[in-house]
């Protein structure tokens, strides 16, 4: 069966400082992977996704960057981070148009 | 841009009840999907729709797409305690997912 890997669960880090979060997922091969972001209680927002290695289309214009380096990674990086980076990061995949998600991460930017 | 519009927004309602959430677009889409989410986690999905008018049923849930693949209706019979959380529905267009706002649902004991 597959699964889906997010670390870190948690993030707490200041302004101005690196980031790197990470999704693997298992059980599959050549996914559709994707990066989205969610306000309290609310929608998820698309911010970036993959259809393979070295493939990132960018929805929104914004302070992250998202990488593919293997197969089952997606990575999302930003250089400096803004206090409206601060939210809850999902990670999905997908075999064909439906997604499965990882458990996110909450990242809080001080 | 595609769009995904739900309501109510916020629903508490008693348990025993029944409820409607619905998700209109103007847009046409492939598929879609609903998903439950708690806080603090991922929202897994509960059900895909894909034809015209398909109704899907998973226990006391029923999931309806419309005939037009533009709007989709969940209804909840006998609401529990148990079935409190976000609800997501998500239309499916090249490849990616375009997701309401949720509709939060609180059902009291």
């Known amino acids: 069966s597959q699964t889906i890997h997010q670390w870190p669960a948690t993030l707490v880090q200041p302004v101005g400082s690196p980031l790197s979060l990470e999704c693997t997922v298992e059980g599959t091969s050549n996914p559709n992977l994707y990066w989205y972001r969610q306000a309290a209680g609310r929608g998820l927002q698309l911010l970036f996704y993959?259809?393979?290695?070295?493939?990132i289309s960018s929805e929104v214009p914004q302070n992250l960057s998202a990488s593919r380096p293997q197969d089952r990674q997606f990575i999302l990086s930003s250089k400096k981070l803004l206090l409206s980076d601060s939210g809850f990061y999902l990670c999905?995949?997908?075999?064909?148009?439906?997604?499965?998600f990882g458990p996110g991460t909450r990242l809080t930017v001080l | 841009t595609q769009l995904l519009e739900q309501s109510p927004q916020f629903l508490s309602i008693q348990e025993g009840e029944n409820l409607t959430v619905y998700c209109n677009s103007s847009s046409v889409f492939s598929s879609l999907q609903w998903y439950r989410q708690e806080p603090g986690e991922g929202p897994v999905l509960l059900v895909t729709?894909?034809?015209?008018?398909e109704v899907k049923k998973l226990k006391r849930l029923t999931f309806q797409f419309g005939d037009a693949r533009k709007d989709s209706s969940l209804h909840i019979t006998a609401a529990q305690p148990g079935d409190t959380g976000l609800y997501l529905c998500a239309g499916a267009s090249n490849q990616k997912l375009v997701f309401g706002q949720g509709t939060r649902l609180t059902i009291n004991p």
């Open positions: 999905a995949w997908s075999p064909t148009h439906e997604q499965f």
């Open positions: 729709v894909v034809t015209g008018g």
């Open positions: 993959s259809v393979g290695i070295g493939q």
